[in-house]
């Protein structure tokens, strides 16, 4: 038999064979080999309340509101969940009454483009943003490697802000937005997690969020606010995202409900309420243009997923809060047990320090060695404790002295074990790393 067709790698787009776009293969791969390990490094929902039953209980609630509410017969109830649909979504309105809600974001419903997760958003929206060799993107760093790599299959360059202590680094931005616009570069935007970063776990504070949005108007860029995990603080305080205190439109707020309904459905969204100018003097919102470029990527995302997170939306009165009532105890809870586990098993003072997040899944921690893809390797085998080097977080970076913990996949107790054979491998590894 002919050996059949066979590829170079490097014939084909650069961004293929660069290590960055292998990082959450590596991870996950790591993770498969070492099934018995306990994993402080899945940053993936909690699975404790998962039923699929609630799949079908939904996917009813949604055509029931659909016949009750809008009045849709069953042909127009068959139709709108099993044929092609509209590019921006079908579930618009109960995403617009959703952010109304709990966000304080009032936009129109037309401003949404529902997408398949929120990694579809990102795409379509930096592929709307990068123009051509001089348009690159900001983003606070460390940032998810869902930006980054996104950014690397679009030759959209990613310049890194500094974070700080506060999320942001605000005079960092303005410097490095001067330092692109010198070197002749334009700074389309600068993305950001403001609520609980992944994988810093940092929350900007209330005056940061309004400096913020006066620079991006004074210097004239955009802001992409990703949201995931808003909905997790620590206490029951929240702060206003920084879409309801955009009076000059200038964020682009990217929404997934990954971690409020759950990954498998695969729904995310991008509001695009921005005002794009033709040359004909007609005008458009950014949302149709991200719709343009999404009817040739996934056409449209799928209506039963969009039919399905509507009805998770229908039967909480469009509250995500109230939807996420019992996993966000789980969170607080097991958030609270791996700070104070943490502090019990490092006592200052100590080798070990990390930083403690107001909410969300993820905690820094600061070791005594380079936190490489190796030592975690050796922790996963030797310690059965998973966790994530933080240099994947970092574009091109070599091993730091830093690591992220995750506490969202875990029952309580299982974080006090996990912990158990985090220290224990801190301790083994800080030795023979020092022999
Ligand atoms: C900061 C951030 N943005 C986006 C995503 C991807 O969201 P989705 O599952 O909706 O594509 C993740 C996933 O973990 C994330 O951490």
Same mark, same amino acid.
């Given at each position: 038999?002919a050996?059949g067709?066979e590829l170079?790698l ?7 064979a660069?290590?960055?776009l292998?990082?959450m293969?590596?991870l996950?791969e790591?993770a ?5 390990a306990?994993s402080?490094a *899945?940053g ?9 039953e609630d !799949? ?5 609630a949604?055509? *029931?509101h659909?016949?009750d509410?809008?009045?849709f017969d069953?042909?127009?109830v ?11 979504? %079908? ?13 304080g974001i009032?936009v129109?419903p037309?401003?949404?483009?529902l ?6 958003a990102?795409?379509l ?21 869902? !930006?980054?790599?996104a950014a690397r299959?679009l030759?959209?360059?990613v310049?890194?802000v ?5 999320g %942001?680094?605000?005079a ?8 692109a616009?010198a070197?002749?570069?334009r ?5 950001l997690?403001?609520d ?10 209330l005056a940061?969020?309004? *400096? ?7 210097e004239? %860029?955009?802001?992409?606010?990703d949201?995931p995990?808003g ?6 305080g929240r ?8 009076a000059?439109?200038r ?19 991008a509001?695009?309420d921005?005002q794009?100018?033709?040359a ?8 149709d243009?991200l719709?343009?470029?999404k ?7 799928a ?11 229908? =039967? ?7 939807a ?5 105890k789980?969170?607080q ?17 100590s ?6 997040p107001?909410?969300?899944f993820f !905690? ?10 190796? $030592?975690? =390797? ?14 994947h ?5 070599p091993?730091?002295r830093?690591?992220r ?9 299982? !974080? ?7 220290? $224990? ?8 790393s020092?022999?």
């Amino acid at each position: 038999m002919a050996a059949g067709a066979e590829l170079d790698l490097s014939d084909l787009h650069g961004s293929l064979a660069d290590p960055l776009l292998s990082a959450m293969n590596f991870l996950n791969e790591v993770a498969g080999r070492y099934p018995e390990a306990l994993s402080l490094a *899945a940053g993936t929902p909690y699975e404790g309340f998962y039923d699929v039953e609630d !799949v079908h209980r939904a996917l009813r609630a949604y055509c *029931a509101h659909l016949r009750d509410k809008r009045g849709f017969d069953e042909r127009r109830v068959r139709r709108r969940l099993l044929q092609y649909g509209r590019t921006k979504g %079908i579930i618009h309105d109960l995403i617009a009454q959703y952010l109304s809600v709990d966000e304080g974001i009032d936009v129109d419903p037309e401003s949404i483009v529902l997408t398949t997760g929120c990694q579809e958003a990102l795409l379509l929206t930096m592929r709307a943003l990068r123009r051509d060799e001089r348009d690159v993107l900001l983003a606070v760093n460390p940032v998810y490697v869902g !930006v980054t790599g996104a950014a690397r299959l679009l030759d959209m360059p990613v310049h890194p802000v500094d974070g700080g202590a506060d999320g %942001i680094d605000l005079a960092d931005l303005r410097r490095r937005i001067h330092r692109a616009r010198a070197a002749g570069l334009r700074p389309r935007a600068c993305y950001l997690v403001p609520d609980f970063a992944n994988p810093t776990g940092l929350r900007l504070s209330l005056a940061s969020r309004h *400096a913020l949005l006066e620079l991006a108007d004074r210097e004239d %860029i955009l802001l992409l606010e990703d949201n995931p995990y808003g909905l997790f603080p620590l206490g029951e305080g929240r702060l206003p995202t920084l879409k309801s205190l955009d009076a000059g439109r200038r964020v682009v707020h990217l929404g997934s409900l990954s971690k409020s309904v759950f990954p498998g459905v695969r729904i995310g969204f991008a509001v695009a309420d921005q005002q794009v100018l033709q040359a004909d003097g007609d005008r458009f919102l950014l949302a149709d243009v991200l719709a343009k470029a999404k009817s040739m990527v996934t056409v449209n995302t799928a209506p039963l997923s969009q039919a399905v997170a509507g009805g998770w939306l229908v =039967e909480h009165g469009c509250s995500l809060v109230r939807a996420t009532h019992d996993v966000r105890k789980v969170y607080q809870r097991n958030l609270r047990r791996l700070v104070d586990g943490l502090a019990v098993r490092f006592p200052a003072p100590s080798h070990v320090t990390w930083n403690t997040p107001e909410g969300g899944f993820f !905690v820094v921690v600061d070791v005594p060695f380079e936190a490489t893809d190796a $030592a975690l =390797e050796y922790s996963a085998a030797t310690h059965g404790v998973l966790w994530t080097p933080l240099h994947h977080f970092y574009d091109g970076r070599p091993a730091l002295r830093s690591l992220r913990l995750s506490i969202s996949g875990l029952e309580a107790d299982e !974080v006090d074990d996990a912990l158990d054979r985090f220290a $224990a491998f801190v301790h083994a590894y800080r030795r023979s790393s020092a022999a």
